[in-house]
């Protein structure tokens, strides 16, 4: 319905241009000595795996500056 809020942000689909957003976050922790390498290698499989932004968001919620 057109009066509807519709979904929350978390809720909303994410586009190839966001989940090479948040890859590069997880590729910069790694740099930061924040993540080990195994750590970066599921995260990212994660990362283009997701499907809204709730999914991504979970990824980095550990991260500071996320």
Known sequence: MLGDMGPSRDQM????????RYAERVRQALEEGRLTLDEVDLRLLDVYAAMTF??????????PGS
């Open 13 to 20: 689909r994410a586009a190839d241009a966001d989940r090479e």
């Open 54 to 63: 709730g999914d991504l968001d979970r990824l980095v919620a550990d991260l």
